[in-house]
């Protein structure tokens, strides 16, 4: 063959593995798109069952339920003046 | 040649059409992949592809300690496309949103492309709903927002409307913190409108900042129950409570009465959702005696032993008279604060001059807005007068005659604490440092404590008393104005004050508007709600109690057990 018939042959099998390789990068795109969807939708998810939580935390921990049930329920008390004793000298 | 061609003439006229027909097709195939490729390529995308949005979540309101104050959950929202949805499918989906039937179908009749059918709808039943397959109906995720702290911290919060954007508040002043971007992704549809696949995401989705608040839930709790008791007690219409931080200016507490459940806006008034510590300008009364006296001793004219007569207890002034409550006769400057005379307080205000005491009330912010950041804050009246006439220094000298804030108030009152220092109030915890700036000498504000720990100890302060801490503080009771000026029955009732004495740590203000019943000095219903609140919050802020406990009550476990 000539020495322009190996170039040509060159660029041709040069031409085909970009070819290939667009292809390739075209999948791996969607794939790692999908990937990024299927974690953002678990994301979501997490972050729904979060903030559920959370507002179902603060509705057990409300102050004025706290409150409730430690004076009715534990039957603990405010201590005044007479009940608290400074220990030690605290000049 | 010619016979050739005569014999095979069919055939080559076959074979001519035939590569015409090739030719057309290739020159077509030509004309769709090169000449109008870019028309149709764009064609295609214009109606498959479409941009979708995702939507970001707004961040959290915390408290100091991270408590939630108001969180965004995601909820479902179901739309329809009307142009898709089929009208036989209305019984079924009519049911399933719980909606009438003639509702749902005068709903999806138009021409439009985009209906709500139920906006907010809790993830779990929307899904049931999309489960049904119906086509035209879709689903969009959307916050809502959530406020875990309901009415106790309303105010402050503020609100969002339904599409999350604030109205109110904090929401309001701190929106763009708030709110997150929207990302942008592109998708293919099919016919039906149904995502196909995600091609690529355009922007990502950059999500809203949480942010901190120096307000303390459990001191913020507590102050909305006692003002709350407090203003239910004495019948009265509405109510306010700011608690400072003296050294640093942050606002731990800050309620307000009637307060709303932000949680639910059915009947919301507009009245309630106002923040009234930073919205409404009051004239304040008595409690701006303190700062007269400061004034006063600021100018180096007058010492807290200088002497006044108020006898007989009333003194007229261009024409105008003020009174006692009765004829005290002579007072020092510091028993002019503990029996709070108008006559003392004017004496000693035009001793010193309208002027400079216009430039210390000021000087401690009073007349100006105070940097916290909220919305609809006031800056309130503080009149400066060319000529200062005699009954125009008189009666700003008790209170009268210049509008403040509680807030405003508040941060004077915590100047004093603070050794003469003022610093800015601050709200939100993002690392700013305090900004703050001396208004008074050290030794002013040393007396000023002193002075006002009298009004508490033995002054119209009595109620405000507490066994473990040191409370120093002024009460105030003015008129209201109407219609027809200042009303004889209608008043409000503030007390002001810090604790503890011996090293000042928290100041704060409280204020009961218009109470109906029989008692109305602010030293009969607002100075022991202050006592009880003070007490409380300095034991949750762990501080030392200063008064001295005597030794013989000593902590007996055996009256422990009894009192359980």
Redo the contacts between chains.
């Keep these: 063959m000539s020495r322009y018939g190996w170039i040509a042959a060159s660029l041709v099998l040069a031409n085909l593995a970009s070819g290939v390789a667009v292809i390739y990068a075209t999948y791996d795109?969607?794939q790692q798109?999908?990937a990024?969807?299927r974690l953002?939708n678990t994301n979501?998810q997490l972050?729904?069952e979060y903030?559920?939580l959370?507002?179902e935390k603060?509705?057990w921990?409300?102050?004025?339920r706290v409150?409730q049930k430690a004076r009715a329920e534990l039957?603990m008390?405010?201590l005044?003046?007479?009940?608290?004793?400074?220990l030690g000298n605290?000049k | 040649m010619i016979g050739l061609l005569l014999q095979f003439w069919r055939h080559l006229l076959v074979l001519i059409l035939l590569m015409m027909l090739f030719g057309l097709i290739g020159a077509r195939a030509i004309k769709l992949q090169v000449t109008d490729r870019d028309f149709l390529q764009s064609q295609g995308e214009a109606r498959m592809e479409r941009v979708d949005s995702i939507s970001a979540s707004r961040g959290m309101i915390l408290d100091r300690n991270g408590e939630p104050l108001a969180v965004s959950a995601p909820l479902t929202t179901l739309w329809a496309d009307p142009r898709l949805f089929g009208q036989e499918n209305v019984p079924e989906l009519a049911k399933a949103l719980g909606v009438t039937q003639q509702w749902l179908s005068q709903r999806t009749s138009t021409q439009k492309s985009f209906v709500y059918l139920k906006r907010h709808m809790v993830p779990e039943d929307a899904a049931a709903i999309l489960d049904l397959k119906m086509t035209g109906v879709f689903g969009q995720i959307e916050y809502k927002r959530f406020y875990p702290a309901g009415e106790v911290t309303a105010q402050i919060i503020g609100l969002t409307n339904v599409d999350e954007a604030g109205q109110e508040g904090i929401e309001l002043a701190f929106n763009d913190v708030l709110e997150g971007e929207d990302g942008k992704k592109r998708v293919l549809k099919d016919l039906y409108g149904r995502t196909v696949r995600d091609v690529e995401s355009i922007k990502a989705v950059s999500p809203g900042e949480n942010l901190y608040l120096t307000v303390d839930q459990n001191l913020q709790y507590l102050a909305y129950r006692e003002l709350k008791a407090a203003v239910t007690q004495y019948h009265a219409t509405a109510g306010s409570l700011v608690m400072m931080d003296v050294t640093t200016g942050e606002i731990l507490a800050m309620v307000n009465q009637p307060s709303f459940n932000p949680n639910n806006r059915a009947n919301l008034v507009y009245a309630q959702a106002r923040n009234r510590s930073v919205t409404d300008a009051i004239e304040p009364g008595s409690v701006v005696k303190a700062l007269t006296l400061a004034a006063a001793l600021e100018s180096g004219k007058l010492k807290p032993t200088s002497e006044f007569n108020t006898s007989p207890g009333y003194r007229r002034y261009d024409g105008h008279t003020i009174r006692d409550t009765r004829d005290y006769g002579k007072l020092s400057m510091t028993d002019v604060l503990v029996k709070s005379s108008n006559i003392g307080a004017s004496e000693i205000a035009l001793t010193v001059g309208g002027e400079e005491v216009w430039k210390v009330f000021y000087d401690l912010g009073l007349g100006q807005v105070s940097g916290i950041g909220l919305p609809g804050e006031s800056a309130g009246l503080l009149p400066n007068r060319p000529n200062w006439k005699d009954i125009e220094t008189a009666t700003f000298s008790y209170g009268y005659g210049l509008t403040v804030t509680p807030l405003q108030l508040v941060v004077a009152y915590a100047a004093i604490a603070n050794n003469g220092v003022k610093v800015q109030p601050m709200m939100i915890r993002d690392g700013t440092s305090t900004v703050s700036k001396r208004v008074l000498s050290e030794s002013t504000a040393t007396k000023m404590q002193s002075m006002l720990e009298q009004v508490v100890l033995k002054g119209t302060g009595r109620a405000a008393q507490s066994a473990l801490y040191r409370i120093a503080g002024k009460t105030g009771t003015s008129h209201k104005v109407g219609p027809e000026g200042y009303n004889d029955n209608r008043y409000v009732g503030t007390f002001a004050g810090f604790a503890p004495v011996s090293n000042p740590r928290l100041a704060m203000i409280l204020i009961i508007d218009d109470p109906q019943g029989e008692k109305y000095y602010g030293g009969e219903i607002a100075a022991p709600a202050f006592g009880r609140i003070m007490e409380a919050a300095l034991q949750l802020l762990n501080v030392a109690p200063d008064q001295a406990l005597s030794d013989g009550a000593a902590f007996v476990a055996s009256e422990l057990e009894v009192a359980l």
């Design positions: 795109t969607r798109f999908g990024l969807q953002e979501q972050s729904t903030s559920q959370l507002l603060s509705a921990a409300a102050s004025g409150e039957g008390i405010e005044d003046a007479n009940a608290i004793k400074i605290r």
